[in-house]
């Protein structure tokens, strides 16, 4: 299983994705990463192939309800 990505990794790929999902397109909020729904712009930074490398070109800016359509999804939660 992949690592998790550093800050300085999501920071840049935050930067890239200009603050938006790069799946729908929704409007985040920087600092409601990794919170559930509920709240405003809530993302994850989501691992493209989960079993590549954690580096920028395999991270993804997502919201949470893409984020769910994706397999990992669920899978961390219940570990
Ligand atoms: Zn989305």
Known sequence: MAEKFSEKIIESAWKNANGHCERCGKLLVRKNR????????????????????????????????????????????NQ
């Open 34 to 77: 990794g919170r559930n729904s509920g709240k405003r712009g809530c993302w994850e930074a989501h691992h493209k192939n989960r079993s590549k490398e954690s580096i920028l070109s395999n991270c993804e800016i997502v919201c949470v309800s893409c984020h769910k359509k994706t397999r990992s999804f669920g899978k961390q939660k």
